[in-house]
Nanobody
């Protein structure tokens, strides 16, 4: 099964930027959807952005215009460029890979990284 490792988190001031990376241990070409999720303390995990195997993207309303999701299949890596960061963006950011329903029929199709912390504070 694929291993996902996030990196790039850190502490920044409001208005700052960070770029997160999620490196997969296998090719990401077969992955149906990859996404970034975040979880703030005491809150549920929420979708930040996702990107499909054909590069269609979806964003949470709260990050539209500020965050950009992308991937590079040749590097087995997904990215999240985060600009104009706000305190509300603080949380643990997780990488998710979903191989889709055909794989789900045969077993588990969803895999998660262990997260990288993003803290936005003054």
């Amino acid at each position: 099964q694929v291993q996902l490792v996030e990196s790039g988190g850190g502490e920044v001031q409001p208005g700052g930027s960070l770029k997160l990376s999620c490196v997969a241990s296998t090719s990401i070409f077969p992955i149906y959807v990859m996404g970034w999720y975040r979880q703030a303390p005491g809150k549920q995990r929420e979708l930040v952005a996702n990107i499909t195997n054909n590069y269609r993207t979806t964003y949470a309303e709260s990050v539209v215009g500020r965050f950009t999701i992308s991937k590079d299949n040749t590097k087995n890596t997904m990215y999240l460029q985060m600009n104009s960061l706000q305190p509300e963006d603080t949380g643990a950011y997780y990488c998710k890979a979903d191989y889709g329903p055909l794989v789900a029929m045969r077993g588990n199709s969803e895999f998660w990284g262990r997260g990288t912390q993003v803290t936005v504070s003054s």
